[in-house]
């Protein structure tokens, strides 16, 4: 497991600031910390697995993403609450890719226990035998967190100045769009990253 910088799913809604609310995920009465909802996180992703057997969700194959300050090892830094919530979680289940991301609670470490007792519920339906695991992940299907190399910047892949604006942002956006997207011949790939560049502005902006 490691923790990278948030990556929220593409096409997947976000929740507005204002709506957030605050969530009961705490500790005898204290707000929930990081290392509980990371411990509350990996119980759950190994009771997927039967004891002596392969492990359904490989432990390398999970990435929280989230905006916690994070050392170059990919642990946090500390608990410092960041500006955004949100918490996207990828991980590898059967051999399928999935993403469960969450930001209706307004601490990131709420969100992350929620995530965890999702987990926990999807896993009690196959359990119980009301369906099975690809039926409970339908909709959370995902390619692996679209990464930008630390070299790049959101700008150089927009072809903007690192002080355009969010309208000069844009309208470099719509125009590669013109070009790039996989609808009109471009590469699923580059055009992944055009987009992911396009959140990063908006969400720096």
């Not at 359904?56 to 955004?84: F, L």
């Not at 790049?152 to 013109?178: D, G, H």
């Amino acid at each position: 497991m490691k923790f990278e910088k948030l990556n929220w799913p593409i096409g997947q809604p976000r929740t507005p600031k204002l709506s957030q609310k605050q969530a009961r995920f705490n500790k005898d009465g204290k707000s929930i910390t990081i290392a509980e909802a990371k411990r509350r996180l990996i119980r759950e992703i190994e009771l997927w697995t039967k004891s002596g057997q392969k492990w359904r969700i490989p432990h390398d194959s999970i990435i929280v993403t989230a905006n916690w300050s994070v050392t170059e090892k990919g642990t946090v830094r500390s608990e410092k609450e960041p500006d955004d919530s949100g918490v996207a979680v990828y991980f590898e289940l059967d051999g399928e890719n999935y993403c469960l991301p969450c930001d209706q609670w307004n601490r990131a470490a709420d969100n992350l226990a929620a995530i965890a007792a999702h987990l926990g519920a999807m896993r009690d339906q196959e359990r119980w035998g009301v369906g099975t695991t690809k039926q409970s992940f339908q909709g959370y299907a995902a390619l692996p967190p679209i990464a930008i190399s630390p070299d790049e910047e959101w700008w150089q892949i927009l072809k903007v100045s690192p002080n355009a604006t969010l309208n000069e942002a844009k309208e470099a956006y719509r125009k590669l769009a013109k070009t790039n997207h996989p609808d009109v011949g471009g590469n699923r790939k580059d055009w992944d990253k055009i987009q992911k560049a396009w959140e990063i502005a908006q969400s720096q902006k």
